[in-house]
């Protein structure tokens, strides 16, 4: 279903363009086109998630197919994942709470036979059953069919939600982590108090070419789950960058696969990879992690625009090879792309600790610092300032 290489994302990227428009508007709630037999959505977030291809570009591409009104809906959608990452960012207790309550949860839960039930496909729910084996054999949902999964694991089988958003991140080749966890919310309904998302039998049936059974009942009543804690605003920090060519020397996390290519700076020395012992906040399956590998090597090898670029890759002893790149280069001064929650933030305090004689310079891409400002409250004040956002593209 997915091929991790560079050209792949290229490739789909141009050949949905012309989709981003009416098409996405009417189908994308369809979890396949029922005329077509294909996927209804662009299939490109196992590349977005990495910025193998970054949204800037993609929304560059969609504005001059179609423009502003005729693509609104894709548009949005591009945006979904920029907001969530914005008002996670803000809230980084969110995430720091999520991770504890879920280690804490599947130690309790690991050898109950109703959790194992659901993560190897033996529920009583035969479609669920179905989306479980896609999941780990394809390392992806539709995003409908992932709200059915949440609604129906929080509401229908009783599980945990953090224990759900786990599952999905373990396999998922696009597991975005606020994207994510905050869509586990939302279905929960604690993101947006008292308003959780219900699975729905009728709407199940409508959307996907799925039968239910007459004995595969939902929990279609369900009330909200409650959380006793409100999380307060942090204010953002961002770092904007004057000049690009001023980077000698850069670290490339692999959340930022591409950020040489785009701010166009080929003339520097990177490092890049990632420690797999500590790229661990959850037990990612073996295809995410060849996914991402794979996906770093072909951006690199088979783009031109890194022809003559230095660049150092390791996964199995990354603090080791990157000891030696210090080293050998004599390095006093490293430029580090922001990263958002997630395995990242870890490893850059993990490296900048290791190494206090090194002045190391944080940067934010200028679109993240345009978008950010408005992903302080809901979605629909954030969409009231997409005009805006896409102006300063």
Request: proline residues 3%.
């Amino acid at each position: 279903m997915f091929t991790s290489s560079i050209s792949e994302a290229e490739n789909k990227l141009i050949s949905y363009l012309p989709n981003t428009g009416s098409y996405y508007e009417r189908k994308r709630n369809y979890s396949i086109d029922f005329e077509t037999n294909k996927n209804t959505t662009s299939l490109l977030s196992p590349y977005i998630r990495y910025r193998a291809i970054s949204e800037k570009n993609i929304l560059k591409q969609v504005l001059k197919t179609h423009g502003p009104i005729k693509a609104e809906k894709y548009i949005q959608e591009i945006f979904w994942r920029t907001y969530w990452k914005g008002w996670l960012e803000h809230r980084p207790e969110v995430y720091t709470d999520y991770i504890i309550e879920k280690n804490k949860l599947y130690d309790e839960f690991k050898n109950k036979k109703y959790y194992l039930n659901a993560v190897n496909a033996n529920t009583n729910l035969s479609f669920f059953n179905n989306w479980v084996s896609d999941l780990k054999n394809n390392g992806y949902l539709h995003n409908h069919i992932r709200m059915w999964f949440s609604s129906i694991w929080i509401f229908t089988l009783k599980l945990p939600w953090q224990l759900g958003a786990d599952f999905f991140m373990q396999n998922l080749l696009d597991g975005d982590t606020a994207s994510n966890l905050l869509s586990w919310r939302w279905c929960a309904g604690i993101h947006t108090k008292g308003k959780n998302y219900i699975a729905r039998k009728e709407n199940i049936e409508k959307y996907s070419n799925i039968k239910l059974k007459d004995n595969e009942y939902l929990n279609e009543t369900a009330e909200p789950l409650f959380e006793n804690k409100d999380y307060n605003i942090t204010e953002l920090e961002t770092f904007e960058i004057t000049n690009p060519n001023d980077i000698n020397y850069i670290i490339i996390p692999t959340d930022e696969i591409n950020i040489l290519r785009d701010l166009n700076l080929n003339k520097c020395n990177a490092f890049g990879g990632y420690p797999k012992e500590d790229y661990n906040d959850h037990n990612f399956s073996n295809n995410i992690l060849d996914h991402i590998k794979n996906l770093v090597l072909s951006c690199y090898k088979d783009d031109n625009f890194y022809r003559d670029t230095l660049i150092e890759i390791s996964f199995e002893n990354y603090y080791e090879d990157l000891d030696r790149w210090i080293i050998k280069n004599n390095i006093n001064t490293i430029h580090l792309p922001y990263v958002t929650q997630g395995n990242w933030k870890k490893i850059y305090k993990k490296i900048i600790k290791k190494y206090p004689n090194i002045n190391f310079i944080k940067f934010n891409r200028d679109y993240d610092i345009n978008s950010w400002i408005y992903s302080k409250k809901g979605y629909f004040k954030f969409k009231q300032n997409i005009p805006e956002i896409i102006s300063n593209l």
